[in-house]
């Protein structure tokens, strides 16, 4: 497996031992809750972490884990019956969450911008791809001259590797990497300063993920933005990113430099992770995680992953382990980690 991040160790976990001007985007106890008729959903509980300017950060777990909820919440685009309850989306020194709509709005798309989950189902189907990409900057910087706006485009379109004559098209007229990549210029219109990819190559065959991906590499270093890679990829996290922060029912149970976390996980939800990585150079079974999920709706006592974790003892099932870093730059939450720090992870 091949590590490509360039991202440089920090101490603290979530920036504030870090200068500011090193950090692109921090995250302090975010919660978000779903209000149902079968009772509250903690989708997003007490999540923190921090975006250090230039890298990427592959946020990973599982579907239902949270990841797209702390997209939406970082936008602020949680829809009913979702809410944003508690937490700071601090950026620029500035918490994104007290901010009035109003004023939020000049920075989504302008400082933060988001590539949606599935490319297929975010573009106007009765608009053409220059129309879409004119909507999204003219919301912002009002109207544009035509000629300048559609030089702009071209130029948007150029930088995802998309011909001019793309312009003129509809959405049902591209491919699924093509669709992906007028995301891609979509979302750099405005160049933001931190950009978060939502699974950029769900239901991409693997040729076009590569193109995807190495489009992502390409623009984030044209434009000197940070990255937040939401998936749960690990092979594409491992050749992407930096660091990664590992999400379970709703928590961060993990984050790690991506080489450290793959060479030594340190949480048992992440080593289940890693061996599911299928290998055509070791012919043995998966590994899975036995046991029942956590049900969000419930507050259990202790770990939220102790129904599955193999190597759960008394503990695990009554007092709440909180993230603490064990070794450079890598924080677990976890009572028993110290376990994995001397001897390699069971099928690592």
Known sequence: MTF??????LSEPTGRGASALEVALEVRDLRVHYETPQGTVLAVNGVSFHLRRGE????????????????MALLRLVQPPGRI????ILMNGVDLLALPEREFRRWRWRKIALIPQ???????????????????????EGKQPARRLRERIVEL???????????GLYPHELSGGMKQRVCIAMAIALTPEVIIADEPTSALDVVVQRLVAQTLLEVKSR??????????????QAQLADRIAVMYAGKIVEVAPVQRAFARPLHPY????????????????????EGLTHDLR???????????????????????????????????ACHRAELWLETPAPGG
């Open 118 to 140: 599935g490319a297929m189902n975010s573009l106007n189907p009765v608009l053409r791809v220059e129309e879409q990409i004119a909507d999204v900057i003219e919301a912002h």
């Open 270 to 289: 992440t080593q289940l992770l890693i061996a599911a990585i299928p290998s055509l150079e070791r012919r043995q079974p998966l590994r899975i995680a």
């Open 223 to 236: 434009l000197n933005a940070s990255l937040i890679l939401i998936g749960h990829d690990m092979a594409l």
């Open 85 to 88: 309850v508690g937490g700071q």
């Open 4 to 9: 490509t991040g360039q991202g440089a160790p």
């Open 56 to 71: 990427i950060l592959g946020l990973v777990g599982e579907s239902g884990s949270g990841k797209t909820t702390v997209a």
């Open 298 to 332: 419930i507050t259990l006592p202790g770990c939220v992953f102790h129904l599955r974790c193999p190597f759960v003892v008394e503990q695990c099932r009554t007092i709440v382990p909180h993230l603490r870093p064990l070794d450079t730059d890598h924080l677990v």
């Open 157 to 167: 379109l150029a930088m995802v590797g998309l011909p001019a004559r793309v312009c």
